[in-house]
């Protein structure tokens, strides 16, 4: 099995690896017998996406290590349509040669051994298949994965033949899978659009906040103007008072002076004028 580094990637990946097959060689050198490992490894995600990779190491963890690093170097995405393959492919690796067929919905994985732990962990869930040559298993396993890659994706086809998916096969045809990551995405998306606007609002906040703070510290700092004497502000405060009321009559009297005083002046000068004259008529009396 894998050693508890690989394991705890696999788990944060959410991976599933199978070890389809173990062969340990020995090599006869000078000084003895050198004893190594041979490992099949096969890693999915139970959504769509297997890698196969093979590792060679003196241990079997190590070896298991090295191919599970080949196997997710390996992974790619298997079109389906719905849980199981479109259409039927056939591969030869050696002298293995692998058959897959797409099934009807319920009907399982009919296989086993290497092309079985191979599917299952691929996430296909309906699929006919058939060993047609050697039972090696590591080249049937080899055969199984050529096979998956050799899967072609209806939409592309249509599309590189300029018609619909409808047209060509006169159905439409989903895969859950990245119908399911599409969705996931859509919603990482908007979670991030969310979180950019708070923390907006939040640093609009922080930004009143601060100039709120330095408005208030800038009017403490002002000094208070000085006091005035009571009776300063007391006469200020009548010279600013404006009569509301009756202020017509306070107009009319202030004319009717204006216009008597050249009056009063008037009479005076004339009295000024008559007194000479009662002196002349006196001196004249007593002339005679």
Avoid: W
């Avoid at 919603?187 to 609002?201: D, N, S």
């Amino acid at each position: 099995m894998a050693t508890a580094s690989e394991r705890e990637k696999l788990e944060a990946e959410e991976l599933e690896d199978r070890v389809i097959r173990i062969d340990r060689t020995r090599k006869t050198v000078k000084g003895g017998r050198l004893s190594s490992a041979r490992v099949v490894v096969a890693v999915g995600d139970n959504r769509g996406r297997v890698g196969l990779g093979i590792g060679k190491a003196r241990n079997v963890p190590e070896a298991i290590a090295k191919g599970i690093r080949a196997a997710k170097k390996d992974m790619f995405r298997i079109p389906l349509d719905g849980y199981t393959i479109p259409h039927v492919v056939q591969a030869k690796v050696g002298g293995a040669v692998i058959l897959l067929r797409p099934a009807s919905r319920g009907t399982g994985i009919i296989a086993g051994g290497a092309v079985r732990q191979l599917i299952e962990i691929s996430g296909i869930r309906d699929v006919l298949t058939k060993s047609l040559g050697s039972g090696n298993v590591m080249n049937r396993a080899k055969a199984c994965f050529k096979a998956l890659c050799e899967l072609r994706d209806p939409q592309q086809v249509a599309q590189r033949r300029g018609i619909t998916v409808e047209e060509m096969i006169g159905r439409d045809i989903v895969d859950p899978y990245a119908l399911a990551e599409e969705t996931e995405e859509i919603e990482k998306e908007a979670e991030a659009v969310e979180v950019e606007q708070e923390a907006e609002e939040a640093g609009q906040a922080e930004e009143e906040e601060a100039t709120e703070e330095v408005v208030t510290t800038a009017v403490e700092a002002q000094p208070e103007p000085e006091a005035k004497d009571a009776e300063e502000v007391g006469e200020a405060e009548a010279e600013e008072e404006v009569p509301t009321e009756g202020g017509e009559e306070v107009e009319t009297e202030a004319q009717e002076e204006t216009e008597s005083q050249p009056e009063e002046e008037a009479e005076v000068a004339a009295e000024e004028e008559m007194e000479p004259t009662d002196e002349a008529e006196e001196a004249s009396e007593d002339e005679e």
